[in-house]
């Protein structure tokens, strides 16, 4: 890659931004003399009517599609490409309402200075919401380029249609996208209701497409913010401490400064950096800091062994997520007991990285953030800028699916570029930096308690869910470890207890059963001891392990086989198919009596039980003489909806129940009083090739003409809780305490 990006232009506040970001406030003062009648208030404007996705928040036309007058077709996305292929299935869906090839659309997504601000890309609700915005503007694009074509030939526009990028005339008349656009106001508000293309007519939705990026990943071609290489780039590198919140009081800057193809040192407060013209004179360079550094440490942290404990010793508050009914009065045989999950990292293969450089005022930022408008806005604050000023870029990371460093690594590169304008600087973390100070999923406590009565039924549910927030993503500086460090330092991060329909850590702690008596508490810790943020399902995750461990144990006590004990508790339809699609591809024919090496597990979620329904079953074989588990075979049936994309569909969800699988069998960051002691892939384990199933089969049940309902995340319960029943089914005992190490399983076959 020579010279820098094309998207690097200086940053133009266009009439789009504006009126994709407009919002403001007005202040005015009126001087009338006292004697003057005041007139009666205005009645308050109506309520817009709600649009479709995101349409409902950015609702011009033109912030999502544009026509040139040579043809050019630009669609406008706010969320970013995060690996799951969205590009594709955005593109299908517009291409298919504007009756054009995927060709013969571009695609732009995640920019600040272009797109729409959609938030955060995460929670699965790419398709649902950005797609349903997309779907609904091009097919009022092509009404409107309809409209002018009818005007143009005086002819009603019954019997029109778009095609290749014209609108064709009964007769056969066409007339270009380009010429009409010219004479079609595009600059207006949707309208709450489209005329969609029927499912039956579906040329593009509904197809598996080849993805275009896989070629360069899987050659090592340029395919990540990592390979970006742009004129006059300068690398650098900062230097942590190895105690969280602790303070910087000297390095050794001069020494550093001396060595060849260093550009500059840069301090401020305990934010230490350096920049060199290559990047193992930058890498050297920190190094030689990093030795001379004297830091005041910070707080001590808690015992690792003992986070259960200190859990429920630090509760701040505590809320109601779910009640019906009265579990303590109702009757029935009591099944309790004890789930705990620990800190999870992100764990992407490809250290945080971005891109800045401070042109002219305007500081231009390339990075793999899930939240371009949210960084910027923190970015901005840090440094004390106008946001208008600041624009954001999105360029897909080598691995996330969550908030991890790329937050931090933009901060951190947009604090170092301002300090040295004109020169584009690429900062890179380290390995070690990056496992020791991204932001981890928090660990959980979940105690539960059911009962089973009359006729194998559940009668009771109680459930007490002690964790921190699972989200902490840019609002501001305090989110940031630059905000955090620098001399005139913002307070760290502090969550907040939030109980909304989608969930938090208490997404999925709700069972999508029919239970009579319910309460669901989540008891919440707002001060944790390292620093958290959302890793993928947030607590779903964890809350679909301890759901679906107990529905196992309650089908044993009912002596009911657990697929039927499953299906007796739902009454969703939907949630039935999955279940008895999964368990018939799989082929399940009862969980058999444990004492073998191989068992059988089964789960089932409906995510934030809104989204997306999945079923797996799966099989595994234990190794009794290490304590060793593998996952043999997984076949999932999954409803996402209108399935927009199949295959993207079924590459997600194979994806999801192999990162599931890592954080349930492998994955926990360890500590000490003085800091994380997990810094490398040795001491952080993850799945590795020789775990991965001999066979994971994904049936998807399309739903023509229903919602798009999001599959980033479906997977991720049900996948730990199959395991866990597998495991339990195996040897014979549950296993509570996540994740299901070796020294976990070996404990469990000696008790």
């Not at 129940?657 to 890592?662: K, N, P």
């Amino acid at each position: 890659m020579s010279g820098r990006p094309e998207t690097a232009k200086p940053f133009d506040l266009s009439r789009r931004q504006v009126i994709a970001g407009a919002g403001g406030l007005i202040v005015g003062y009126t001087f009338l003399p006292a004697f003057a009648q005041v007139a009666a208030p205005e009645a308050p404007a109506p309520e817009p009517a709600h649009l479709p996705g995101s349409l409902d928040d950015t609702r011009l036309l033109d912030a999502w599609i544009h026509i040139a007058p040579d043809d050019a077709i630009t669609a406008f996305s706010g969320k970013a490409e995060l690996g799951q292929s969205i590009k594709v299935p955005l593109k299908q869906i517009a291409a298919e309402e504007l009756g054009i090839g995927i060709d013969q659309l571009t695609l732009v997504n995640a920019d600040t200075g272009r797109t729409p601000d959609e938030g955060f890309t995460a929670g699965s609700m790419t398709i649902q919401y950005s797609g349903t915005a997309l779907r609904n503007a091009a097919a009022q694009v092509r009404v409107l380029l309809i409209a002018a074509a009818a005007r143009r030939w005086g002819i009603a526009p019954d019997g029109l249609r778009a095609e290749n990028r014209q609108i064709i005339a009964p007769d056969g008349r066409t007339l270009r996208f380009g010429e009409l656009v010219a004479e079609t106001d595009l600059h207006v508000e949707a309208l709450p209701e489209s005329p969609l293309t029927d499912p039956a007519n579906f040329r593009l939705i509904g197809q598996s497409l080849p993805r275009p990026d896989i070629a360069l990943k899987a050659t090592g071609g340029a395919a990540f913010i990592q390979d970006l290489r742009p004129e006059g780039m300068v690398h650098a590198r900062v230097i942590r401490p190895a105690s969280p919140g602790a303070t910087l009081i000297e390095a050794d800057i001069a020494a550093a400064e001396a060595m060849p193809g260093v550009v500059a040192v840069i301090r401020d407060g305990s934010f230490l950096a350096v920049v060199a013209e290559r990047e193992f004179q930058a890498i050297g360079a920190m190094r030689v800091l990093q030795a001379s550094a004297n830091w005041q440490d910070g707080p001590a942290l808690p015992d690792q062994t003992a986070m259960s404990a200190w859990l429920e010793a630090n509760v701040s508050e505590t809320g109601t997520v779910a009640e019906e009914g009265d579990p303590d009065a109702a009757e029935g045989e009591t099944y309790e007991a004890v789930f705990t999950r620990p800190y999870l990292m992100h764990g992407s293969i490809g250290p945080s990285c971005a891109l800045a450089v401070l042109e002219r005022d305007d500081m231009t930022v390339w990075s793999h953030t899930q939240g371009v408008f949210a960084d910027r806005d923190a970015i901005a604050e840090l440094l004390n800028m106008d946001p208008a000023r600041v624009r954001v870029i999105h360029a897909e990371g080598a691995g996330c699916y969550g908030h991890n460093g790329a937050d931090d690594a933009a901060a951190d590169a947009a604090l170092i570029a301002s300090k040295l304008p004109g020169r584009p600087i690429r900062l890179v973390w380290m390995r070690e930096q990056e496992h020791a100070n991204e932001p981890y999923g928090p660990p959980m406590l979940l105690k539960l308690r059911a009962k089973l009565g009359d006729g194998g039924m559940i009668s009771a549910w109680s459930y007490d869910l002690y964790s921190s927030t699972h989200t902490g993503r840019p609002g501001g500086p305090p989110a940031l470890l630059a905000g955090q460090m620098k001399a005139d330092p913002y307070p760290p991060f502090v969550g907040k207890l939030s109980i909304v329909p989608t969930g938090n850590g208490d997404r999925n702690a709700n069972p999508y059963y029919t239970i009579p008596n319910r309460r669901i508490l989540w008891n919440f810790i707002e001060a944790a001891p390292l620093r958290i943020s959302s890793l993928r399902a947030l607590g779903a995750f964890a809350n679909v392990f301890a759901v679906e461990s107990a529905m196992d144990e309650l089908a044993l006590m009912a002596g009911t086989d657990p697929v039927e004990f499953r299906l007796r508790h739902l009454e969703d339809p939907r949630a039935r198919d999955v279940v008895e699609r999964a368990a018939t591809e799989f082929g399940w024919s009862g969980i058999g009596e444990p004492g073998g090496t191989r068992g059988v597990g089964f789960a089932y979620a409906r995510y934030k039980n809104l989204a997306s329904y999945l079923a797996l079953a799966v099989e595994i074989e234990v190794d009794p003489a290490v304590g060793d588990v593998r996952l043999v075979r997984a076949v999932a049936a999954i409803d996402a909806g209108e399935a927009v994309s199949p295959d993207g569909i079924i590459n997600q969800t194979e994806g999801g129940i192999l990162q599931s699988m890592s954080w349930t069998l492998f994955e926990t960051v360890t500590f000490d009083q003085g800091g994380i002691t997990s810094t490398d892939w040795s001491s952080y384990p993850i799945l590795r090739f020789s775990h991965v199933p001999d066979s994971v089969a994904v049936h998807v049940i399309d739903r023509p003409g229903q919602p798009y309902l999001g599959a980033g995340e479906a997977a991720q319960g049900p996948t730990c809780g199959a395991i866990g029943n597998a495991l339990r089914n195996t040897i014979g005992r549950r296993v509570h305490d996540l994740p299901l190490s070796r020294e976990r399983v070996r404990h469990a076959l000696q008790a």
